[in-house]
């Protein structure tokens, strides 16, 4: 006779969607800023510059401030 356990896993798309859209925000910050700063003249704005623009935003967000801080990276 075998054993066999059974286990339920529970599905994380609702939790991945959260995030994906809080991912999607940080971005469309990133553009807006950068569009503001087209638009008026300004410098363009590194990867350090969008960091310290979204220090705080992940507990809002809820997500990790290493994912916050990686996609302003990318977008610069």
């Known amino acids: 006779m075998i054993l066999v ?3 339920r896993v529970k599905s994380l798309n609702g939790l991945l969607n959260k995030q994906s859209r809080a991912v ?8 807006d800023t950068q569009k503001h700063a087209l638009k008026w003249g300004k410098k363009w704005p590194t990867g350090f ?3 310290v623009l979204t220090t ?3 507990k ?3 997500i990790h401030s ?5 996609t302003c990276e990318q977008y610069a």
């Open 5 to 7: 356990y059974r286990y």
């Open 60 to 62: 809002e967000l809820g």
């Open 66 to 70: 290493g994912t916050v801080n990686a």
């Open 56 to 58: 705080g935003s992940n």
């Open 24 to 31: 999607n925000y940080v971005w469309n910050f990133c553009n």
């Open 49 to 51: 510059d969008l960091n």
